[in-house]
């Protein structure tokens, strides 16, 4: 039987909303379950449905190439409030065969951190929110986490000691 053009559209669109709600489902209730701590929904994950989406997505990405609607989009970024939560998505992506997209600052050129041409279903673990900046002045060590900005460590040093310094650079392309 042949499906008329309009219907046969609609049956896509149909199928693949379904198939990236339950992609998402099934990713939530498998974190819930590798995870002791609670991921509060509405602020861990953002879909294509949410006015934040393109922001989002748009918001640290350097190569604009790489955010036209032809290129394809995460199904979903999922922004991890804890470490555990970065284990559990790490867990839960191979369980389910999702393939994550991770991203720091997103600054990669080739876009890396936030698109995925060929493995697909993909879906962004957004470390925006893990950016602690643990300084130790006495043995000369900082922990960073992977979401920190440049201006956050270097103010944190700056708020510890007026000596020490962090080598770093910053370029304009
Ligand atoms: C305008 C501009 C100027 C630049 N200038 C310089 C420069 O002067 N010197 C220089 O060295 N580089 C420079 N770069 C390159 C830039 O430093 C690299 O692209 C670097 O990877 C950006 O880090 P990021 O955290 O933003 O990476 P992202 O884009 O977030 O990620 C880069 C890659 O690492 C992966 N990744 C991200 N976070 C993690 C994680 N926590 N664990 C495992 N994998 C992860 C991502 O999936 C991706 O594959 C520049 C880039 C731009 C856009």
Redesign the pocket.
């Known amino acids: 039987m042949k499906l008329l053009p309009s219907l046969s559209l609609f049956l896509f669109l149909v199928i693949s909303s379904a198939s990236s709600a339950s992609i998402l489902d099934n990713f939530s209730q498998c974190l819930s379950d590798n995870t002791e701590i609670l991921i509060p929904f509405s602020k861990a994950f953002i879909t294509p449905n949410n006015s934040t989406f393109l922001p989002t997505l748009q918001s640290?990405a350097?190569?604009l190439r790489y955010l036209v609607p032809s290129v394809p989009k995460p199904d979903f970024i999922f922004t991890p409030l804890l470490d555990s939560h970065v284990q559990a998505a790490v867990i839960c992506s191979k369980q389910l065969g999702i393939h994550?997209?991770?991203?720091?600052?997103?600054?990669?050129?080739?876009?890396?951190?936030?698109v995925s041409q060929i493995e697909t279903p993909f879906i962004i673990v957004d470390?925006a929110k893990l950016r602690s900046v643990q300084i130790n002045i006495e043995d000369n060590s900082a922990w960073v986490q992977?979401g920190a900005s440049i201006g956050e460590v270097y103010y944190r040093i700056a708020e510890k000691s007026k000596t020490h310094g962090y080598p770093a650079?910053?370029?304009?392309?």
């Open positions: 640290t350097q190569n994550l997209r991770v991203r720091s600052g997103g600054h990669d050129y080739e876009a890396l951190s936030y470390l992977a650079g910053l370029a304009l392309a």
